[in-house]
């Protein structure tokens, strides 16, 4: 059973392809390595004994991706593709609007041609990569799915409207099973230390930034506001282990395919952890003192967002098995193995 993957050499699309190969499916690659690195494909290899298909290209050539999905007639679609940094996001919108918005557009435009002319097999649907942003500041913590959306940023802002799309598209089209699934903060790494986070400059998330500084790279980690309402005064998160993440897309993609039936969920630990206490940890799992340095408050940034993860563990029988500790071993394995990743 074909699942296509667009984005699927990224960070959480690499880790998903091996949860996916260990489930049973049979995952196509697509992506144009904008954010990803060609020599994830060799590392996929050796971790599944099996050679990886890829499509390379961009999700935004509507017709190219309509001819992926008529050559492999995938019975779903993982929606992956897209930027993801929320300070680039504010500093160029436009970027984020055109990538991410319309490669959404042009990918739903393409399934629903194919789905739509019987070229298909099976009923339309897709699992989408949403995002804990789209709760904008919450009132409080944890987040429930019910909770209000807003945005902050135009990273947040972007995911919003592919949201209210897919809402839409499902009143258009109720055959359509649409599961959107809003990721709080992904870390760590496959155990096997071959594939992991790396990103092609300055990172974006804490965890690769504090790993970097862990081995080397920089000097020190800037965190960011030392001033929010939480108990030592830097922002909360809740960060979740991307094996965990991969398994919640299986989970997912296997009730759309039995049930049918279309759903929103939190994917996260329930737990908030702050910025120091994430230092800490990655300072225990590498042995290394991880100096930092308290700097301004990034324009985006909220106090505390942690998730109450219950409704997907209700509604697919998914939860979050690792710890913090784990994640940080399993990021500071890959970090140490790949100093550069996987740039050499």
């Known amino acids: 059973m074909n699942i296509l993957l667009t984005g ?10 091996i949860a996916l190969r260990e489930a049973g499916f049979e995952p196509v690659i697509l992506d144009n390595f904008a954010n990803s690195h060609p020599v994830v494909l060799e590392r996929l290899e050796r971790i599944t004994g ?15 991706v309509e001819a992926v999905l008529r050559r492999h007639q995938p019975a779903g679609v993982v929606h992956f593709a897209g930027d993801k ?4 996001s504010v500093a160029n919108p436009l970027k984020y609007f055109h990538n991410n918005i319309g490669g959404a557009v042009s990918l739903l435009r393409a399934m629903a041609a194919v789905f739509a002319d019987g070229s298909a097999p099976a009923l339309p649907t897709l699992v989408f990569s949403s995002s804990a942003t789209v709760y904008g500041d919450p009132a409080s913590v ?23 799309m897919l809402s839409a598209l499902r009143v258009a089209s109720p055959a359509w099973r649409i599961g959107v699934l809003r990721y709080f903060n992904p870390a760590g790494a496959h155990p096997s230390g071959l594939i992991g986070e790396d990103p092609a400059d300055i990172p974006n998330n804490l965890m690769p930034y504090v790993t970097q500084v862990a081995v080397g790279q920089r000097p020190h980690v800037n965190v960011f506001g030392g ?4 108990p030592d005064g830097t922002g909360v998160r809740d960060y979740i282990h991307v094996q965990d993440l991969a398994a919640g897309h299986v989970a997912a993609l296997q009730a759309l395919l039995t049930k049918g039936e279309s759903f929103t969920v939190n994917l996260g630990t329930g737990r908030g ?22 700097a301004p408050r990034r ?27 784990q994640m940080c071993a399993d990021a500071w394995r890959w970090q140490s193995g790949n100093p550069n990743g996987y740039r050499g």
């Open 8 to 17: 699927g050499a990224g960070y959480i699309g690499s880790h998903t392809f």
């Open 50 to 64: 099996r050679p990886v298909t890829l499509e390379r290209g961009d999700v935004l050539d509507t017709p190219w």
């Open 85 to 88: 940094a929320v300070g680039e």
């Open 142 to 164: 944890p987040i429930t799915e019910d909770f209000p959306r807003s945005h902050t940023n135009p990273y947040g802002h972007s995911k919003l409207v592919i949201e209210d």
């Open 227 to 230: 001033d929010y309402p939480t």
């Open 273 to 294: 952890v702050s910025v120091l206490e994430a230092v800490r940890a990655v300072e225990k799992a590498s042995g290394r003192l991880v100096p930092y340095v308290i």
């Open 299 to 325: 324009a985006g940034d909220v106090a505390q967002c942690y998730a109450d993860p219950s409704l997907a563990k209700r509604l697919l029988g998914w939860e979050a098995k690792h710890t913090l500790e």
